[in-house]
C-alpha cells in the first residue's frame, strides 16, 4: 500500500544534520522508514503538505535545496470530494471535541479516498482513528 507522509517525517529527514536529530533514535527510525518507503516507491505528498516542508525556511538556498529534493515527489491530485471529505471528518470529530487542523482532517480524507495509509508521528491521528476510517503505517 502506498504511504501519505505526514510533515513531520519529512522535517526529520531533511534536519539530519541537526544535533537533537541525531540524539533522538525514533527521529532516526522514522528517517529510516522514510527510506525504505521511498526505495520502495510507495512515497506519496499532497500540495499541502509540500507547502508545510517548505515554508520556514531561513535562507533561499536552503529553500532552493529542499524544493529540489522533494520535486521527485509529484503531488497526489486532489478532487472535490478530497476537500468534502475532509471538512466532513472536521466537522464529526468536531462535534466529539476533538480538535484538528484543516491539513490533518485533509490527510485523513484523502488517506480514505485514495487508499493510503498515513506515515506520522501526531498522535492526534490516533485519536481520529477511534472516529473515522484512517490506517496508520508503523515503523517496521
Not at 21 to 41: A, C, D, I, R, W
Request: include cysteine; charged fraction near 25%; proline fraction near 1%.
Amino acid at each position: 500500500m502506498r504511504v501519505l507522509i505526514d510533515t513531520c517525517i519529512w522535517s526529520y529527514a531533511f534536519r539530519r544534520n541537526n544535533k537533537s536529530y541525531k540524539k533522538n533514535s525514533l527521529h532516526q527510525g522514522y528517517t529510516k522508514e522514510l527510506t525504505e518507503l521511498v526505495k520502495e516507491s510507495r512515497v506519496e505528498i499532497i500540495g499541502s503538505i509540500r507547502q508545510e516542508v517548505l515554508s520556514g525556511m531561513k535562507h533561499q538556498d536552503q529553500f532552493t535545496k529542499l524544493k529540489n529534493r522533494l520535486s521527485a515527489f509529484p503531488d497526489l491530485q486532489l478532487t472535490e470530494n478530497d476537500y468534502e471529505l475532509a471538512a466532513e471528518f472536521f466537522n464529526k470529530l468536531r462535534s466529539k471535541g476533538i480538535q484538528g487542523s484543516n491539513t490533518d482532517f485533509l490527510l485523513c480524507a484523502v488517506s480514505v479516498n485514495h487508499n493510503l495509509m498515513i506515515f506520522t508521528d501526531d498522535g492526534d491521528f490516533t485519536e481520529f482513528k477511534r472516529y473515522i476510517p484512517v490506517y496508520l503505517h508503523t515503523l517496521r
